[in-house]
């Protein structure tokens, strides 16, 4: 047999791109947090969001943090309709027998989002530090 190691690629993690402002309160964001965990997202998306290390595609699930501007632009059709139902997003506005969920409201989905836009910004806060750059975000 060989006697060669494979080699190990390397962990290469892109930029966190700067999220959009939160314009939530800390209630809804808190709000969210919960909802994001009684909602099983957790689940595929880690807990913390840490759902890969980096925006993917091609049907990898994708650390939330990393969402470019398109998808907080198209959350409610992600979320509760189920746009990406193809690449295994469920519609979480609709009652789900499996997984056992309650449907999301808009304003529930909001919170959500408000949590992602949250954790993002501490993401991207945390990575413009490390670069010595000013912090911008909440």
């Not at 979480?92 to 919170?111: I, Q």
Request: aromatic content about 8%; charged content about 20%; glycine content about 10%.
């Amino acid at each position: 047999g060989a006697k060669t190691p494979f080699p190990t690629p390397p962990d290469i993690v892109p930029a966190v791109p700067k999220p959009p402002d939160q314009t939530a309160s800390k209630k809804t964001i808190r709000e969210g947090e919960a909802l994001f965990e009684t909602h099983l997202c957790g689940g595929c998306h880690g807990p913390g969001l840490d759902g890969s290390g980096a925006w993917t595609v091609n049907g990898a699930v994708p650390d939330l943090r990393y969402a470019p501007p398109e998808v907080h632009q198209q959350w409610d059709a992600i979320v509760l309709a189920g746009t990406h139902r193809v690449e295994g997003m469920l519609p979480f506005g609709v009652d789900m027998h499996f997984p056992d969920v309650k449907r999301l409201t808009v304003s529930e989905s909001h919170a959500i989002l408000a949590y992602v836009i949250d954790q993002s910004w501490k993401a991207y806060n945390e990575q413009q530090s490390k670069m010595g750059v000013e912090q911008k975000g909440p």
